[in-house]
């Protein structure tokens, strides 16, 4: 199963977030966010500016590193440009531009790794082992009526 995240194309980054010690949450609207419970990274320019294992490391600067605001600094308002899976890794890439993208690295075989919630209560989840789980209640029938149906499709 292929995983389409183009409808978040041309979204920008509203809000970052970090909600525990390995929770992120990213905001693209009141109705679209990625979590990660996974490492994260901002490329720009063929290398790395940031991550989220930078987070309150001092790196012998003034202060330790707050990579929310610097999150917010280095990609807050720009507008995505493409959204990919990759394939053998379940890598989320998000690209805004010409040299600038955030990548979510799962590290783990057995835990979830990060998820994408979407308009009218699309939710997709990369599972441990590398498999997706998507849940969509446009693909299911009576979903309207009953949203706590959903259901796992591994092997995307």
């Not at 929310?68 to 053998?88: D, F, L, P, Q």
């Not at 599972?127 to 591994?154: F, K, M, T």
Request: charged share 25%; aromatic share 6%; with cysteine.
């Amino acid at each position: 199963m292929e995983c389409d995240l183009g409808w978040l194309v041309g979204r920008t980054l509203a809000e970052v977030e970090r909600l525990g010690r390995c929770v992120w949450r990213f905001r693209f609207g009141s109705d679209a966010e990625v979590r990660s419970e996974c490492p994260w990274r901002i490329i720009r320019d063929g290398g790395i500016v940031l991550s989220s294992e930078d987070h309150g490391h001092q790196f012998g600067q003034p202060a330790p590193v707050d990579a929310e605001a610097e999150c917010r600094v280095v990609i807050g308002g720009a507008m995505v440009r493409s959204v990919k899976v990759r394939s053998e890794s379940r890598d989320l890439v998000v690209e805004f531009g010409p040299g600038l993208r955030l990548e979510l690295v799962p590290l783990s075989s057995g835990y979830e790794s990060w998820q994408v919630r979407g308009p009218r209560g699309l939710d997709i989840t990369a599972i441990g082992g590398g498999e997706l789980a998507v849940w969509s209640p446009a693909a299911e029938p009576g979903a309207a009526a009953d949203r706590g149906n959903g259901i796992g499709l591994p092997g995307a």
